[in-house]
């Protein structure tokens, strides 16, 4: 079964330093689409990157990037140089081409916390 | 631009009251979505449209009800509301269902069932 798995449930890190987070999925199509999104405080969710399952590169866009290990099945955010705003939620989210792909499965999120 | 605006914000229903969730957006996107996120949960789909006329179910539809009649509104009515439907709803929008293609939510509905 399609499955997105995030294991830290929150996080901190220093401001202007490097963080991952963690994503692994599991799907038995060999074509499926990975994203991640961001939830502040004030409860929108907000697209950040997006990775494709046959993309030769690994995404990147501004301060993130998506670390995309095929094999191990892990699509791991990393932000770098890290600000205040970005302490927020962030939510892993794969969809699919069997069935219905209108389907997002969603992760459970990792809360980040930025400190000065 | 607005995007992808919802109304209420905030809501508080007796066990058994009726109410309507609305959903607009002025991007002329063709699919509307709505996700219900209970608290520590990732998105649950409710329901989702792809096009005006036309809805189908998604995850958890029991207790829901939407329709389409254009482009721009999505509206989820709940019928009989019970304790189990205290979330926070969110409705969502993308010009088609294609792999890549990402979502716009709004900003949300925190609805209380009691």
């Known amino acids: 079964a399609q499955k997105i798995t995030q294991t830290q449930p929150g996080m901190f890190v220093q401001e202007k330093e490097a963080v991952t987070l963690d994503c692994t999925y599991d799907?038995?199509?060999?074509?499926?689409?990975l994203f991640w999104y961001k939830q502040p405080s004030s409860g929108e969710m907000i697209f950040l990157i997006y990775?494709?399952?046959?993309d030769q590169q690994n995404a990147t866009e501004g301060r993130y990037s998506l670390n995309f290990q095929k094999a191990r099945k892990s699509a791991n955010l990393v932000i770098s140089a890290s600000q205040l705003g970005d302490s927020a939620m962030y939510f892993c989210a794969m969809r699919h081409n069997a069935g219905n792909n209108r389907k997002l499965i969603w992760g459970l999120g990792t809360s980040l916390a930025v400190n000065p | 631009n607005a995007g992808v605006t919802q109304t209420p914000k905030f809501r508080i229903l007796k066990i058994g009251q009726s109410m309507t969730l609305q959903c607009t957006q002025d991007?002329?996107?063709?699919?509307m979505y709505w996700y219900r996120q209970d608290p520590g949960m990732g998105l649950k789909l409710i329901y989702y449209s792809v096009g005006a006329g036309i809805t189908d179910k998604g995850e958890v539809p029991n207790g829901y009800n939407v329709s389409r009649s254009t482009t721009e509104d999505f509206p989820l009515r709940l019928e009989l509301a019970a304790p189990s439907q205290t979330s926070v709803y969110f409705c969502?929008?993308?010009?088609?269902?294609?792999?890549?293609?990402?979502?716009?939510f709004g900003s949300g509905t925190q609805l209380s069932v009691l």
């Open positions: 990775q494709g399952s046959y």
């Open positions: 969502a929008s993308s010009q088609s269902g294609g792999m890549s293609e990402k979502l716009f």
């Open positions: 799907t038995s199509d060999p074509s499926y689409g």
């Open positions: 991007m002329n996107h063709n699919y």
